[in-house]
């Protein structure tokens, strides 16, 4: 069950200059074949209130199976006014991490949710199926054709000094289903086995993810409201930058998994779901003023 927020984090929601939003289990849920999106109580509604007061948001997912710009248009299309800059993912995450550190090559375990946005800012995505071991990084994301062959490629990568990033370390991700795995965990421990190399993540919950998503908005970290569905994403990724944190039951995070979590690490404010969380944000702008006033 929810618990009743105190006051100060309601001040908090309700004065909020952004909002970051994770995608599954929080605004929509799928099947595990990441298809037939369908909209969570009160995500639709919300997300139309905050874009007609005018209150900027965005969608942060860790997963890679659709390019950004593929995740917008199936948002679009079930009537969340998300506009394709503010969508999100850690291949558009890591393609800025990467141009920024000067790596170029990259060789991708993943599809075209990661070519893709790497393309379009320039680098080198490489495919391991190319044979080639002469890159800089390796990003590993939603990849369940991954093989041994697959694996030889990477790990001769890694030991020639090519850096390991991963789009996640989450085991799970939230579907109509129930939980399904994830698999750059997976891929990103079996070439850690073997070659003692450990993958940075590039998209929830790192700092770095978060600090992109609020320049996209034009806001300071700090003054987002962070919300999500996995204790171990979202709510330390929020604190990491002095953000809101909100947790929603609507994905893989129980009540329980939540209170967990170390007392100074919790959620500021629990609720079921986005419906909820609604209520208590108020009725929209004159709510907000009088928080500010």
Same mark, same amino acid.
């Given at each position: ?28 849920? #799928?099947?595990?074949?990441?298809? %037939?999106?369908?909209? =969570?109580p009160? @995500?639709? +509604?919300?997300?139309q *209130?905050? $874009?007609? &007061? ?9 997963g890679t199976v ?19 800059h ?20 990259i060789?991708v ?14 680098l080198?995505?490489?495919?391991p199926?190319?044979?080639r ?7 590993? #994301?939603?990849?369940?054709?991954? %093989?041994?062959?697959? =694996?030889?490629? @990477?790990? +001769?990568?890694?030991w *020639?000094? $090519?850096? &390991?990033?991963?789009a996640?370390?989450?085991?799970f ?36 993810a ?8 034009g806001v ?7 919300v999500?569905d ?9 604190h990491r ?23 100074? @690490?919790?959620?500021?404010?629990e609720?079921a779901?986005?419906?909820?969380l ?5 009725s ?10």
């Amino acid at each position: 069950m929810s618990r009743t927020p105190a006051a100060s984090a309601v001040a908090r929601l309700r004065g909020a200059q952004g909002f970051l939003f994770d995608l599954d289990g929080t605004l929509v849920l #799928g099947d595990k074949s990441n298809a %037939g999106l369908l909209p =969570l109580p009160g @995500a639709l +509604e919300f997300t139309q *209130r905050l $874009a007609m &007061l005018g209150v900027p948001f965005a969608v942060m997912t860790n997963g890679t199976v659709r390019t950004p710009a593929q995740y917008a248009g199936k948002l679009r299309a079930l009537g969340f006014a998300v506009e394709e800059h503010r969508m999100l993912t850690p291949a558009s995450i890591a393609a800025e991490y990467f141009r920024r550190r000067g790596l170029q090559r990259i060789l991708v375990l993943g599809g075209e949710g990661i070519t893709v946005p790497l393309a379009a800012a320039g680098l080198e995505p490489v495919l391991p199926k190319e044979g080639r071991a002469d890159v800089e990084a390796i990003l590993i #994301g939603w990849y369940r054709e991954f %093989g041994m062959a697959d =694996l030889e490629v @990477a790990c +001769e990568a890694a030991w *020639r000094g $090519a850096r &390991l990033f991963a789009a996640s370390l989450a085991p799970f991700y939230a579907t109509a289903d129930g939980r399904a795995l994830g698999t750059s965990r997976a891929i990103a421990a079996m070439i850690t086995s073997v070659t003692g190399r450990r993958a940075t993540v590039v998209g929830k919950p790192a700092l770095h993810a978060l600090r992109i998503a609020a320049a996209r908005m034009g806001v300071e970290p700090a003054s987002l409201a962070v919300v999500g569905d996995d204790p171990q994403l979202e709510v330390p990724m929020a604190h990491r930058a002095g953000a809101l944190a909100v947790a929603v039951h609507s994905g893989v995070g129980t009540a329980s998994a939540f209170a967990a979590l170390p007392h100074g @690490a919790r959620a500021h404010i629990e609720v079921a779901d986005i419906a909820e969380l609604a209520r208590h944000y108020g009725s929209g702008r004159a709510s907000r003023a009088r928080v500010r006033a």
